[in-house]
């Protein structure tokens, strides 16, 4: 999606190699089709391998465990929830010429929601979603890559905060970040989460959603899945999704707490790489600061 790399130390993957390596580990399917998609995603390089499969590598060494947790762990989730997963069909090993795990998974059909355009029945259908994946089964699950408290994220938060002067209302932010770390913690157990809903992880088919993508399972705070209300959902369906999930206060702010710090880490990191992103999180930050004016 963008000509500059996002990451300074992100590997160059181009279709010379992923022919390569589907060559020497998956001759049957090495003469399909390949076309690099077009993806705002951060973690992984997508080609399109014939009409059915999508081949993902990771573009950076961050991206590696997810991977592996979505070759072990989608295949045991996707037939407990209600819409589609890039269950993955093969998994690719590390060689000579690519250092890592890679996959191969079925090519879901769909288009991401936009901001402009919200379906309808979205905040039911993700509700549907995150509620039958909390219901699932924790034992045995990994940590979310985003399974830890709100405040161990205080330091890095406030830097991007003053990184940001003059670009957002940093005042207001860090009062709505100051509010957010006094809010009490989750004090149940871990639940299995997405940890990423947000646009480019949704596809919908005839105007409605469809699948689930982009999705390393985990444990963690229920709070982490209502970042969508923040960075999808109109606020007129923002509390829809609630009354759906039977969300408290705490846990809602929580939710919000959450998408503010990725927003606020994700606006500097991508300002000139990444427009897809730096749009959605200044989105993120103003839906937040209308909310809290709101609230006031």
């Known amino acids: 999606m963008t000509a500059a790399k996002m ?11 992923v022919r390569h390596l589907l060559e020497r580990q998956f001759p049957h399917w090495a003469k399909l089709p390949l076309t690099k998609v077009a993806s705002a995603g951060t973690d992984n390089t997508l080609f399109r391998l014939g009409e059915e499969m999508v081949v993902r590598l990771p573009r950076i060494e961050w991206a590696v465990e997810p991977i592996q947790r979505e070759q072990e762990w989608l295949p045991k989730l996707a037939s407990l929830l209600p819409f ?8 690719g090993q590390p060689d000579e010429d690519y250092p890592w795990p890679w996959s191969i998974a079925p090519w879901l059909e769909g288009k991401h929601p936009s901001l402009e355009q919200v379906p309808s029945t979205l905040p039911t259908d993700l509700a549907h979603f995150v509620k039958a994946l909390q219901s699932i089964d924790p034992e045995g699950g990994p940590p979310s890559f985003r399974s830890e408290r709100l405040e ?20 207001a932010v860090t009062e709505i970040w100051e509010r957010t770390l006094e ?18 992880n949704l596809l919908l088919v005839e105007n409605q959603l469809s699948a689930i993508i982009d999705f390393s399972p985990g444990l963690g705070d229920p709070a982490c899945d209502l970042i969508v209300a923040w960075n999808l959902l109109p606020k007129e369906m923002r509390n829809e999704y609630r009354l759906a999930l039977h969300v408290d ?3 809602w702010l929580r939710g919000r707490g959450w998408a503010l710090s990725i927003a606020l880490l994700q606006l500097p990191y991508y300002l000139h790489t990444n427009p897809i992103i730096t749009a959605n999180a200044k989105h993120v930050i103003s839906e937040i600061l209308e909310d809290h004016h709101t609230r006031e």
């Open 249 to 251: 206060d705490a846990t």
């Open 183 to 200: 809010l009490p913690g989750w004090s149940g157990s871990p639940v299995w989460i997405h940890s990423d809903l947000a646009p480019g």
């Open 84 to 91: 589609a997963l890039p269950v993955p069909i093969a998994s």
């Open 7 to 17: 990451h300074a130390d992100e590997l160059d993957i181009d279709a010379s190699l």
């Open 152 to 171: 161990t994220r205080d330091e890095r938060t406030r830097k991007v905060i003053d990184e940001l002067h003059g670009i957002i209302d940093t005042d």
